[in-house]
C-alpha cells in the first residue's frame, strides 16, 4: 500500500503559478512511476502528467506541456507539479498517482491515488 496526501492547492490569478506537491508513504517510493492528473466538475479525470522512478524521464498532456513541471524528491518520497501561466480551464481538482509506467496516461494504470487538491485559477 502507498499513502498519498497532496497539498498546495489555492486559488490563484490568471497568468499565475502554483506548486502542488504530494506526500508519499508506505511501500518504498522508489518503487513507483508517480503521475498527476485533474478532474474539473462535470468532467472525466484527465491525465496532467508523469515522472519515472528516477525522475529523469517525464511524460505531459499537451494541454499542459511547457507550462507544467513535474519532479520529485526520492530522498524525501515526495513529488511536485510547478505550473505557471495558469488559465481558468486549469482549474479542478488535483491528484497525486503511484503506478507502474510513466508512459501510460490512463486513470487504469496507476494504483493508488491521493485525495487532491483544489486548484482555482480566476479572472
Known amino acids: 500500500q502507498v499513502q498519498l496526501v497532496e497539498s498546495g492547492g489555492g486559488l490563484v490569478q490568471v497568468g499565475g503559478s502554483l506548486r502542488l506537491s504530494c506526500a508519499a508513504s508506505?511501500?518504498?517510493?522508489?518503487?513507483?512511476?508517480m503521475a498527476w492528473f485533474r478532474q474539473a466538475p462535470g468532467k472525466e479525470r484527465e491525465f496532467v502528467g508523469a515522472?519515472?522512478?528516477?525522475?529523469?524521464?517525464?511524460n505531459y498532456a499537451d494541454s499542459v506541456k511547457g507550462r507544467v513541471t513535474i519532479s520529485r524528491d526520492n530522498a524525501k518520497n515526495t513529488v511536485s507539479l510547478q505550473m505557471s501561466s495558469l488559465k481558468p480551464e486549469d482549474t479542478a481538482v488535483y491528484y497525486c498517482?503511484?503506478?507502474?509506467?510513466?508512459?501510460?496516461?490512463?486513470?487504469?494504470?496507476?494504483?493508488?491515488w491521493g485525495q487532491g487538491t483544489q486548484v482555482t485559477v480566476s479572472s
Open positions: 508506505g511501500r518504498t517510493f522508489t518503487d513507483y512511476s
Open positions: 515522472i519515472s522512478y528516477s525522475g529523469v524521464s517525464t
Open positions: 498517482a503511484a503506478g507502474w509506467n510513466w508512459r501510460l496516461n490512463r486513470t487504469q494504470a496507476y494504483d493508488y
